[in-house]
């Protein structure tokens, strides 16, 4: 059935974010949508759950206040497809993927693929922290939800962001190939962890991948995006030495 809250307090991305996360957290909870205009927000649940569920998971943060709980009809809720879904991640894909491998057929050598890795890491970092740079904060707090570091030491995710462009940098002029490689390796595996626990856990996190601008959600294709980081990395690793 549908649950519908009015809340005060939702003020940005942030706070969308935040609201999203703890009603998640309860059992029965299939989705929620929030309007941050309007703080109208909208529960999917398997099952009629009391408004003080809710109101307790607000409890330890009293910015937020349900002001005019009602429940009203079930209503059915059409899941979107793949291609709906992941569209603006399989954009940016194809986009730096097809960027990369035109310069890299530029080589006067013939195709050169550590020109297209190297093209395609520093795409992937430059764009990326560009989505995350329109909104720091809200990235950091939705980062925080799953990657292992972040939850230990929430500034992390605001130091990630500058880290990934200054990544972006760095492949693009080709700084110190052979460190730049190794920490990406690193990087990426550390993240890796995270996002494999929160899959497995079968929790309902928006991945921060692409910032707060889409709404894209943790899955196995996030797997698959740091797996082919670290894959790239590592290969670039082995043709320097």
Do not use: H
């Not at 940005?12 to 703080?39: H, N, P, R």
């Not at 009629?48 to 709980?69: C, G, R």
């Not at 899955?219 to 797996?227: A, F, G, L, P, R």
Request: contains cysteine; aromatic residues 14%; glycine residues 6%.
């Amino acid at each position: 059935m549908q649950q519908t809250y009015q809340i005060s307090g939702i003020t940005c991305a942030a706070c969308e974010f935040k609201i999203k996360y703890l009603f998640k957290e309860i059992e029965g909870v299939d989705s929620v949508e929030v309007d941050m205009q309007t703080g109208q927000t909208q529960v999917f649940t398997q099952k009629n759950i009391p408004a003080q569920a809710f109101e307790a998971v607000l409890a330890p943060y009293p910015k937020y206040k349900i002001i005019q709980p009602q429940n009203v009809e079930p209503k059915a809720e059409t899941p979107a497809s793949f291609l709906q879904t992941y569209r603006p991640l399989l954009l940016i894909f194809g986009y730096i993927s097809a960027v990369s491998v035109l310069v890299a057929a530029q080589s006067l050598n013939g195709f050169d693929l550590m020109l297209a890795m190297r093209g395609f890491m520093a795409g992937f970092f430059l764009v990326f922290s560009f989505f995350k740079l329109l909104d720091v904060r809200a990235f950091a707090e939705s980062y925080a939800m799953y990657d292992i570091v972040a939850k230990r030491f929430p500034v992390w995710g605001y130091l990630y962001v500058f880290t990934e462009l200054g990544l972006g940098i760095a492949y693009l002029v080709d700084f110190q190939p052979f460190y730049t490689n190794l920490f990406t390796l690193v990087l990426m595996s550390v993240s890796l962890v995270g996002v494999v626990q929160s899959v497995l856990n079968k929790q309902k996190i928006r991945c921060a991948c692409l910032g707060t601008v889409f709404n894209l959600p943790m899955s196995t294709v996030t797997i698959i995006e740091d797996s082919l980081m670290i894959a790239m990395s590592a290969g670039m690793l082995f043709f320097i030495r």
